[in-house]
């Protein structure tokens, strides 16, 4: 029986990588239920604070992140991902037309629908399905009672007003997405765009019958304002901060200078698997397994797919643990396949490094780095790509 193992990245830890594990094991057994899918869980050799974090300045400090020209979908959702209100804010900037003062204006219409608005079955299955069902409540009301959405509604006006729906569902599910990640729980709509765009899609189409799509003034100032109108960063004390974010940096200090002890634990989990074994190793576990069969002939693993992974990049630029840059990947090396996208810029190709050794797959999440970082597992390219070198 072929047997699956998953090795998962940098700064993974329990929570998180089970979740993935699962949407994992889904799509392997989906079209191979035969395949065993096994776990390989290194995360707590990784990187933690052995002093109860007595390294860290207790100062206030924000974290930024920018972000170059990309079309406008992605520009617009990788703003919304950190401002939820950001489109609201766009059209709050319009002109304020002259409203009818004996008749209800266009915004107390748009109040109405979006404050009544019941969930009907195919849209609450798809909520449901998102993982934000709970959410979408709190989500909403955030929404209808900020400021940018008051504002808002004082711009709108008869013949524009199909144009505030689709900015009003993205902000609910952006919101939703938000506050999910707030209560750290990781839903599949965070790391899958279409399911991400079924939701707007079904939420639009209940709050209104109008034409979906970007109003037209919007779209012109999308992409120049993207970058500067970002508010709602998740902020805190340097603490809270160092605790979020240390994982990641920490497990890629800790494996380039002590990482024999992650490589000698994947190496156990594949001692205990029914081979043939196929290694799916994603970012930094992609460079531990370089590394391991590099240095160990393992002839029970047959296959080796890194995702989203540095291994190539390092090589190149010699920092590669276990193969110094010009020497040749070792003949005992099993059958390569790369899996990356041009939006995750924490991927890397290997045919030109190594010619003829790897294979290299591109697949496009439509998610703006760094989501799409973590944006494989529900890409149908990435399976299509696995399921058919399985063997």
Not at 82 to 93: H, I, M
Not at 230 to 253: A, F, Q, W
Not at 256 to 279: N, S
Not at 291 to 296: H, P, R
């Amino acid at each position: 029986m072929t047997t699956v193992i998953f090795v998962h990245g940098t700064g993974i830890r329990e929570r998180e990588y089970n979740e993935t594990f699962q949407i994992i094991e889904q799509k392997i057994h989906a079209q191979r239920p035969d395949i065993k899918v096994s776990p390989c869980l290194w995360g707590g050799l990784g990187a933690k604070f052995n002093d109860n974090r007595a390294s860290v300045p207790l100062e206030d400090a924000t974290l930024a992140l920018s972000q170059g020209e990309e079309d406008a979908e992605i520009v617009l959702w990788g703003q919304l991902y950190r401002d939820p209100l950001y489109e609201l804010q766009l059209l709050s900037l319009k002109p304020i037309e002259a409203g009818n003062p004996f008749g209800e204006e266009p915004g107390d219409v748009l109040q109405s629908r979006v404050a009544s608005l019941t969930p009907a079955s195919q849209l609450e299955a798809k909520l449901q399905e998102a993982g934000i069902a709970e959410v979408f409540e709190p989500a909403r009301e955030d929404v209808i009672h900020s400021e940018p959405y008051d504002q808002a509604l004082l711009t709108v006006s008869e013949s524009d007003l199909s144009e505030y729906y689709p900015p009003i569902a993205r902000a609910i599910v952006a919101q939703a997405m938000f506050i999910s990640e707030q209560q750290e729980k990781f839903p599949p709509i965070l790391i899958d765009a279409q399911l991400r765009d079924d939701v707007v899609e079904l939420l639009t189409l209940a709050l209104t019958e109008a034409e979906l799509g970007l109003g037209g003034w919007l779209l012109k100032p999308l992409v120049g304002l993207a970058l500067p109108m970002g508010t709602n960063y998740v902020r805190g004390n340097r603490l809270e901060l160092t605790d979020k974010v240390s994982p990641m940096p920490g497990d890629i200090l800790l494996y380039q200078t002590r990482g024999e002890k992650i490589r000698a634990f994947i190496q156990q989990q594949i001692a205990q698997a029914e081979p043939p074994v196929v290694l799916i190793a994603h970012s930094l576990g992609g460079i531990a397994c370089v590394d391991l069969l590099v240095q160990q002939q393992l002839s029970q693993v047959e296959l080796l797919v890194t995702v989203g992974s540095q291994a190539p990049f390092l090589y190149e630029i010699n920092a590669l643990y276990s193969l110094e840059y010009g020497q040749l990947l070792p003949e005992h090396f099993p059958e390569w396949l790369n899996i990356y996208d041009l939006r995750d810029f924490l991927s890397y190709v290997g045919n030109r490094i190594f010619p003829e050794r790897v294979q290299d797959v591109r697949v496009d999440s439509r998610q703006p780095f760094p989501r799409s970082h973590g944006a494989y597992w529900t890409n149908a390219k990435t399976w299509e790509a696995i399921i058919s070198r399985l063997p």
